[in-house]
């Protein structure tokens, strides 16, 4: 069993871990050789959906497309 006294370091760094994932994501991709670095690269923009709830109901949800600040 694992010791809960140490935070992951990416914690201690103030960052969350979707943060420290992304970062290392964006790192590996910049590290491939063409044509795979060009392929990994187009496969970098994420959609998700944002929906808010007022009085314990959902909004009509937002699509949002955002992709990673270099």
Excluded: Q
């Amino acid at each position: 069993m694992a010791s809960n006294a140490a935070a992951p370091f990416w914690r201690s760094a103030g960052m969350t871990y979707i943060t420290y994932s992304n970062i290392c994501a964006n790192l590996v991709r910049n590290c491939l050789k063409e044509p795979y670095k060009t392929e990994a690269l187009t496969r970098e923009k994420v959609h998700f959906s944002v929906s808010k709830w007022t009085e314990g109901k959902p909004e009509k949800p937002t699509i949002r497309s955002d992709t990673p600040e270099d």
